[in-house]
C-alpha cells in the first residue's frame, strides 16, 4: 500500500489586505450590491499583485453574517465567479458575526500550515442597509423559554451597558473619552495618508442624488467632542451610558486579503507583510459578549508561548469603546496605550459586522511598516452570542531592535 508522504506545517504569511471605505448604512453604498462590494476589494488585491496567476488561488473564503439575497448563495463562490477568476477556483462562505473575515483567514491558514494549500483569498462583507442585523433570524424558542440566554444578549448594545454595569469603573466618562480618541487618531491617520492606500475606491449610485465616489470612510466625524459626547442619548437604556458616539455604528463595507504559504510567497515574489503566530476562539456569557477578546487573547498568548508583554501593537475591534477598556483593563494596559489602535478604530471608521477582522489585520499590517522595532502584534474582536477572536502575527518588517 503506498504511503502518505512525509506531513508538513508551513508558515502562513498575510501577503496584502484591503477595503472599500465603509458607508453610513442608508447612504453612500445602500443601493450597491454587497457581492459587488467584495469583487471590488478581490480585483484590486489581484491588480496590485500581478505575480498571482489566478490559477494558484486554492480557495476563496468569504464571510457574512446575514447569508441571504446578496450574501447568500454562497457569496465566496459567487464573489470568485463575479472577480473573473478561473472556474477551477473554489469557494465557500464563514459565518461567525463580526469574526467572520477573522475566520475566514483562521480557516484558509490553517489549511496552508497543513500543506493542503498554497494561495487563499479571504473576505468579508456586511451590507447592513440590505441587511438589517438580526434579518431573518429564527432564534430557537429555547434559549429564552430555558433561560438558556437573556434577552439582553440579543442586542449588543444592551450587551455593552451590561458591561458597564459589571465594570463599574469604566465609565462613560472614560468611553467618551475613548471614543473620541479613536476619531482624533482615525484624523490623523487619515491626514498622514496611512489609510488610504489599502482603500478601493466604489462607484455609487442613488436614484436619488445620481453617481459618485466614495473613496474615505463615510461615517468618521474629526470635528467630535467630548461635550457633544456627553451631550447624546443613551439608545439602550434610559440613563445609559453606550451612546452613537462611544459605539461603532450601522455600516456597508468589504475587505479581503491575500494569505500564502511563506514558500509560495517567495516562490511567487509576493510581498509578505506578516507571519501568523498563532489564533484563539473563546466562549463568554452571551450577555457580556464584549468581554469575549480577554479570553481569546489569553488561550492564543498560552498557545504561543507568549505573554503581553511581548505584544508590541494591538489591533481591538472598537464594537463599542466599553468593551476595548474591558480588555485594555484586564491586560493592565493604559486607555491612551500609543501600541492601541494608532490609527483609530470602529468607533470612527465603521463596523459592517463580518468585515472587520480583515480591517484589523490590513491596519496592523501598516502598523507593523511604521514601527520595524515592533516584532509581535495582535487583532482582536468580541462576537455576538458570547465569544472573542484573537490572532497573533509577527512583523515581517522587523529590525531587530527593541521598542
Ligand atoms: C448606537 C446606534 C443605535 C445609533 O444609531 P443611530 O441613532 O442611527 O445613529 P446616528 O448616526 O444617527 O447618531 C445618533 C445621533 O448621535 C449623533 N452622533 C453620533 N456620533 C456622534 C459624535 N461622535 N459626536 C456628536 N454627535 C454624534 C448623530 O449626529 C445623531 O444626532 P441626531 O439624532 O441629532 O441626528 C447604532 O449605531 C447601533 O446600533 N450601533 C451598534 C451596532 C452594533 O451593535 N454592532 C455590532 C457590535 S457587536
Same mark, same amino acid.
Given at each position: 500500500m503506498a504511503q502518505p508522504s512525509a506531513r508538513r506545517v508551513r508558515d502562513v504569511v498575510f501577503v496584502d489586505g484591503a477595503r472599500t471605505p465603509f458607508g453610513k448604512a442608508g447612504s453612500a453604498l445602500a443601493e450597491t450590491r454587497a457581492d459587488d462590494l467584495v469583487v471590488k476589494v478581490f480585483r484590486e488585491l489581484l491588480r496590485r499583485n500581478p505575480t498571482l496567476p489566478p490559477e494558484r488561488i486554492d480557495d476563496v473564503a468569504v464571510a457574512a453574517t446575514t447569508q441571504i439575497g446578496d450574501q447568500g448563495m454562497t457569496i465566496g463562490r459567487t464573489a470568485a465567479l463575479l472577480t473573473g477568476l478561473p472556474r477551477s477556483v473554489p469557494g465557500y462562505s464563514v459565518d461567525r458575526m463580526c469574526a467572520g473575515a477573522m475566520t475566514a483567514v483562521t480557516t484558509l491558514s490553517s489549511a496552508i500550515m497543513a500543506d493542503q494549500y498554497d494561495v487563499a483569498l479571504a473576505g468579508g462583507v456586511e451590507h447592513m442597509s440590505r441587511h438589517p442585523m438580526g434579518e431573518g433570524m429564527d432564534l430557537s424558542p429555547r434559549f429564552l423559554a430555558e433561560r438558556l440566554v437573556d434577552t439582553d444578549a440579543l442586542i449588543m448594545g444592551n450587551t455593552a451597558e451590561n458591561l458597564h454595569d459589571r465594570f463599574p469603573h469604566l465609565t462613560k466618562e472614560r468611553a467618551d473619552a475613548y471614543a473620541m480618541a479613536s476619531q482624533t487618531k482615525t484624523a490623523a491617520a487619515y491626514e498622514a495618508g496611512w489609510i488610504q492606500p489599502d482603500l478601493v475606491p466604489v462607484a455609487t449610485r442613488s436614484a436619488e442624488l445620481g453617481w459618485g465616489l466614495l473613496s474615505? +470612510?463615510?461615517?468618521? $466625524? *474629526?470635528? #467630535?467632542t467630548l461635550e457633544g459626547l456627553a451631550a %447624546?442619548? #443613551?439608545?439602550? $437604556? *434610559?440613563?445609559? $451610558?453606550?451612546t452613537a458616539g462611544n459605539s461603532s455604528g450601522l455600516n456597508d463595507g468589504a475587505t479581503g486579503a491575500i494569505l500564502a504559504a511563506e514558500e509560495v510567497a517567495d516562490e511567487l515574489g509576493l510581498s509578505k507583510k506578516m507571519r501568523l503566530v498563532g489564533f484563539a476562539f473563546a466562549g463568554v456569557e452571551p450577555e457580556v459578549m464584549g468581554v469575549g477578546p480577554v479570553p481569546s487573547t489569553e488561550k492564543a498568548l498560552a498557545r504561543t508561548g %507568549?505573554? @503581553? +508583554? +511581548? @505584544?508590541?501593537l494591538f489591533e481591538v475591534n472598537e464594537a463599542f469603546a466599553v468593551q476595548v477598556l474591558a480588555f485594555l483593563d484586564h491586560f493592565g494596559i493604559a486607555d491612551d496605550d500609543p501600541r492601541v489602535n494608532p490609527m483609530g478604530g470602529a468607533i470612527a471608521v465603521g463596523h459592517p459586522l463580518a468585515s472587520s477582522g480583515i480591517r484589523l489585520m490590513s491596519y496592523l499590517a501598516r502598523d507593523f511598516e511604521r514601527t520595524p522595532s515592533a516584532k509581535y502584534g495582535l487583532t482582536t474582536m468580541c462576537i455576538g452570542l458570547g465569544m472573542g477572536g484573537t490572532v497573533i502575527w509577527e512583523n515581517l518588517n522587523h529590525d531587530g531592535s527593541a521598542r
Open positions: 474615505a +470612510d463615510e461615517v468618521m $466625524r *474629526p470635528n #467630535t %447624546l442619548k #443613551t439608545p439602550f $437604556r *434610559p440613563h445609559g $451610558r453606550v %507568549l505573554s @503581553i +508583554d +511581548d @505584544i508590541d
